[in-house]
């Protein structure tokens, strides 16, 4: 008896956890791409201008390296937004080829396509205000005079 009551319960178990896990997939296929990668703290260039020479070579040599690995998950992320927007782009196609289109489903497919063109035009702004921001410091560094400017834009 409590064999048969056991072998019972591990198989509603097994059948929980396949569902949990395919409740799981199918929120996770909603938002393929998670959230977009955050941007770096970088230093201001007030932060430039007060440092010593040297903690401001290394403060802008450090926010160069957070902003180029940044700039690669990025690069990651929208790789990730293009490729649902391209799928979801032939899905809408397909189904409006259907004899009886799903409008539901089709208005579905295109909010998402919607989202995700959205999040890439958030991730380039975010993008270039960082990078924008990192110039400001760039900036700062070589018009300090007790610097090394040898990584400075020639005049």
């Known amino acids: 008896m409590f064999n048969r009551g056991s072998r019972m319960l591990n198989r509603y178990g097994f059948v929980l956890a396949i569902l949990i896990a395919s409740a799981g997939s199918a929120a996770a296929q909603d938002n393929m791409c998670s959230d977009p990668p955050v941007a770096p703290a970088i230093p201001t260039a007030a932060d430039i201008n007060k440092d010593t020479p040297q903690a401001a070579a290394e403060a802008k040599h450090q926010a160069f390296l957070d902003i180029k690995n940044w700039q690669g998950s990025l690069k990651s992320y929208r790789d990730c ?67 090394d400017r040898a990584s400075c834009p020639k005049t």
């Open 81 to 147: 937004l293009d490729a649902s927007i391209t799928t979801n782009t032939r899905l809408v196609a397909e189904a409006q080829q259907n004899s009886k289109p799903d409008k539901d489903k089709i208005a579905k497919l295109q909010q998402q396509i919607d989202a995700a063109n959205h999040a890439h035009d958030i991730s380039v702004d975010d993008e270039e205000r960082t990078v924008n921001e990192f110039n400001a410091v760039r900036t700062a560094y070589c018009l300090r005079n007790d610097v």
